[in-house]
């Protein structure tokens, strides 16, 4: 895996050199897990943004979170469940409009500006944030064994949004749109 997150690239590089620096820094990483704020779900925010939670985080700590685990806490079955609940949520929330894309986040409050008043969810497929959320279903897949209860689900996650992701071409220029619904 050449495009791991930076949380990822700290376990490498302390598994390389032994160098303890790495190990506090990534160790700091995981603490902030437990320390993040959540919603009434167990959703965690985006940074300090009350109740949102977004695709876009979704790459920097999914496939640092189960690395972490399957390297260093393997068994920590809490940790792996936290991961991907967070991931389900997001999933849940954000498949709102019908074509297999997930639109860029949700408000748990359903009080953001932005927020649908019943889901909560985003108005708009945003081709960045995406993007993130199905790398980080890559990572993770490409991270957990084969025979985890988890893979097939995952999996079937993936299938599912890279369908999707490629009914959502722009047939004239074999490229997509930055907001994919608003071509």
Not at 2 to 28: K, M, P, V
Not at 151 to 175: C, I, N, Y
Request: aromatic share 14%.
């Amino acid at each position: 895996m050449d495009r791991l997150s930076s949380g990822n690239n700290l376990i490498n590089l302390y598994r390389e050199t032994g160098n303890e620096t790495y190990r506090e820094a990534f160790g700091a990483l995981r603490e902030s897990i437990n320390l993040n704020s959540r919603n009434a779900e167990g959703g965690l925010w985006y940074y300090v943004y009350p109740e949102w939670s977004y695709l876009d985080g979704m790459y920097s700590l999914a496939s640092f979170y189960t690395y972490y685990t399957a390297l260093f806490d393997a068994h920590n079955v809490t940790a792996l469940r936290d991961m991907l609940h967070q991931l389900e949520l997001l999933w849940t929330h954000c498949d709102t409009n019908g074509t297999g894309l997930l639109v860029h986040g949700y408000d748990d409050s359903k009080t953001a500006v932005w927020a649908n008043p019943v889901t909560g969810a985003s108005p708009h497929v945003w081709g960045r944030s995406l993007g993130w959320y199905t790398m980080a279903l890559v990572d993770t897949l490409e991270i957990l064994s084969h025979q985890a209860p988890e893979w097939p689900q995952l999996q079937h996650r993936f299938h599912t949004l890279a369908e999707a992701l490629s009914e959502a071409v722009d047939v004239a220029s074999g490229a997509w749109w930055q907001v994919l619904d608003q071509p």
